[in-house]
């Protein structure tokens, strides 16, 4: 399956960088999301390794902090490519033609949802509305958004071919 | 020479960073002494970007502007749209909430207090918190997350609650499709929800806030944490807010998203670092919130009312409005529309004049087909219901519901099938898994909606009984309220169910 390409080995983070990450948030109440956003942030998803180092930190069960990192959407739990494409496939987007192009751009890309181009160049995602809804479809592309989208627009983006 | 270039996200989508780049080259090349303001959106979002010029005259308009635009913008040779308080679309507007929203800069405090910022909470300080909590309670000012709870209400059962610690938190998650008001004022006059918070504060006795604000939207999270580090340091925020004596300080959380983590008991348990699963009530988050504590849980323009209301009394707000629902509503007008934008408006407008009036009808040139108001888990509104009022009750009357108060308009080339198996999909993925009718239900809508896609004749008998179990089952609104959209599309749009059963035989 092309999608899923290699991931970039990821060399695992030791649980000392880990506790340095998020040292700063111990003092916070409910520290636990600021803490995986900090990691997420540093190495691109939550590691394995945070695990265990949360759970000792905060005083969980690992199971737990587990739980909390599955429940979410956002968080990772391996690499994504270079760049992160969100499409909008919400509602509003979808009264503009959001479906036909997002299908355009994955099938340009030869990925499904979720998936991430053979050179790990681009992770393509859902997402449930940007508050775009007035000048759909939207994207947004490694935090930056983008209205009134259409494929050839988010291929120049991308800078690859049409 | 005065420049604004809105820096609100949608009309960075449509190209605002560069106009601004532009302007500011333009104007370095040609020696023009140019002041350049990145104000927030007035709004007018098929106008976008849309700068505004004043030379000594005003504010003119002038949209949507293109880099290329640029140097006839300077020469002043640029066809322009008049002075934009003047245009229609602002001149029908009684904005309250969004008074200041593209007028200033929306880090400058001073330029706040200009445009009538603070004066409400410097009134509020000098009342009791009996009073401020019956001043909000007579305004009527109704919950405007979905639920339309009256404010002053929850706010007296936290305020009446004792406790060591109480909170205040604003629900800055806005999920629903068609919605953006909390984006827009965040981005664009982000001291007003600050103020309304520090004076909810004082009205319950809650020393600590927060925003949990959705990932999806890194520009307001940005602009509102500058906000906050701006009124720690002039004082609006911290040990001592305004030099009343009294404590309120704040922060801005980050959500993971999750679209149930909108929903207010799911939300306290993301912001105590929990699975955002739902949370049975009671005990209500008034009494039993944050961190087990009595807390305010209120979305952003409930909060960010607050001010006006304040400023100008409960009185004048509660003057605007029709039966129940007192005020003024932030329409958010989206989807296939040719004018979208925010229109902030008493309640009463019918939903026909909205759509065809203030929004001009479809972006296509198509007749209309449906409406979906209130996000997701609204319903479909056809044209025959046009004459339903913007008001709580009266669209409840009609099978709908106002919700957050975004409008999607849909053209006629609408499949209201696939909208109804859209609903359920979004359910399914969504559903934070508390209960079986909302996350096997889901799984199961999707199925038999593709069974009726097929032609199966039993299956719209079988999806009808599903959405009753969904709305009978189901602990909070996602799985209670998704039979809202997929019903009313059966129900309103019979053909788009049929054709494709005839399709098959
Ligand atoms: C699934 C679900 C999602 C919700 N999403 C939001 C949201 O994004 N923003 C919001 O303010 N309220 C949302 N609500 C409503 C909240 O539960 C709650 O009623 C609201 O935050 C209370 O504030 P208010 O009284 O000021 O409206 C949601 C409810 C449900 C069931
Ligand atoms: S209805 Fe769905 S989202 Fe709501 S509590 Fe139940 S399972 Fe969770
Ligand atoms: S529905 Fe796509 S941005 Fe809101």
Redesign the pocket.
Same mark, same amino acid.
């Given at each position: 399956m092309l999608e899923h390409a290699p991931a970039p080995a990821a060399p695992s983070p030791a649980a000392e960088e880990i506790r340095d990450v998020v040292r700063p948030f111990m003092g916070l109440e409910g520290p636990l999301l600021p803490m995986l956003h900090a990691i997420q942030e540093v190495w691109g998803h939550v590691p394995q390794a945070a695990v265990p180092v949360l759970a000792d930190l905060l005083n969980l069960g690992r199971a737990e902090v587990h739980g909390v990192i599955s429940f979410y959407h956002d968080f990772r739990d391996h690499p994504a490519g270079k760049r992160v494409l969100k499409i909008c496939r919400a509602e509003a987007c979808q009264a503009v033609g959001g479906t036909g192009v997002a299908q355009a751009v994955l099938d340009r890309l030869g990925v499904d949802w979720h998936g991430t181009t053979p050179d790990g160049a681009v992770t393509v995602e859902p997402v449930y509305c940007l508050g775009l809804c007035a000048c759909g479809p939207a994207a947004m592309l490694d935090g930056r958004v983008i209205g009134r989208i259409d494929a050839d627009r988010i291929a120049a983006e991308l800078g690859v071919s049409a | 020479m005065k420049i604004w270039v809105p820096m609100d996200s949608a009309a960075k989508a449509l190209g605002a960073d560069d106009v601004a780049r532009a302007i500011a080259r333009e104007a370095a090349v040609r020696g023009l002494d140019v002041q350049i303001i990145r104000n927030g959106t007035r709004g007018m979002i098929w106008l976008e970007p849309l700068v505004e010029v004043d030379a000594g005259e005003g504010r003119i308009g002038y949209g949507a502007v293109t880099p290329a635009d640029v140097p006839a913008l300077l020469d002043g040779r640029l066809n322009s749209l008049g002075p934009v308080d003047m245009l229609d679309w602002m001149r029908r507007q009684t904005r309250l909430t969004f008074a200041r929203c593209g007028v200033i800069d929306p880090l400058d405090l001073d330029d706040y207090q200009a445009h009538g910022g603070l004066a409400g909470l410097r009134r509020a300080i000098a009342m009791s918190q009996a009073e401020i909590v019956k001043e909000v309670f007579d305004s009527g000012l109704?919950?405007? %997350?979905?639920? %339309? $709870?009256p404010?002053g209400i929850?706010w007296r059962t936290v305020s009446d609650a004792v406790a060591d610690q109480k909170y205040i938190v604003c629900?800055? +998650? *806005? %999920?629903?499709s068609g919605t953006f008001a +909390?984006r827009m004022i965040m981005e664009g006059d982000p001291f007003t929800l600050i103020e309304g918070m520090a004076i909810a504060g004082l009205g319950v006795g809650a020393t600590r806030g927060y925003v949990y604000l959705r990932s999806e939207y890194p520009d307001a999270i940005r602009v509102m944490e500058a906000a906050v580090v701006i009124a720690r340091q002039r004082g609006m925020l911290g040990p001592d807010v305004l030099g009343s004596g009294r404590a309120f300080d704040m922060q801005i959380r980050t959500g993971a998203g999750a679209?149930?983590c %909108? *929903? *207010?008991t #799911?939300?306290l348990n993301s912001l105590e670092g929990k699975r955002g699963t739902v949370r049975a009530k009671p005990p209500l988050p008034a009494l039993e919130g944050f961190m087990g504590k009595p807390t305010v !849980?209120?979305? !952003?323009i #409930? &909060?960010a009312t607050v001010p006006v209301i304040f400023e100008k009394g409960a009185q004048h707000y509660a003057d605007f409005g029709l039966g129940r629902s007192r005020g003024t509503v932030t329409l958010q007008i989206a989807g296939n529309v040719r004018h979208g934008g925010l229109f902030e408006t008493a309640f009463g407008m019918t939903l026909g004049e909205v759509v065809n009036d203030i929004g001009g009808g479809t972006l296509s040139g198509h007749p209309v087909k449906a409406v979906q108001v209130g996000g997701p &888990?609204g319903a479909y509104m056809p044209v025959s219901k046009f004459d339903t009022p913007m008001g709580y009750e009266e669209f409840d009357q009609k099978g709908g519901l106002i919700g957050?108060a975004g409008l999607v308009v849909f053209d006629d080339t609408a499949d209201m099938l696939q909208m109804a198996r859209f609903a359920m999909e979004f359910c399914a993925v969504e559903s934070c898994g508390k209960c079986t009718p909302c996350r096997i239900g889901a799984v199961r809508g999707v199925e038999t909606i593709d069974r009726i896609a097929n032609g199966d004749p039993g299956a719209a008998a079988l999806l009808t009984d599903l959405c009753e179990t969904m709305k009978d089952g189901s602990l909070?609104?996602?799985g209670g $309220?998704t039979p809202y959209p997929v019903m009313s599309a059966l129900t309103q749009f019979p053909d788009d169910f049929a054709t494709h059963k005839e399709a098959a035989e």
């Open positions: - | 109704r919950g405007r %997350g979905g639920a %339309g $709870f404010t929850k629900n800055a +998650d *806005e %999920g629903d +909390d679209y149930v %909108g *929903e *207010e #799911s939300l !849980v209120n979305n !952003v #409930s &909060l &888990l957050h909070c609104a996602l $309220f």
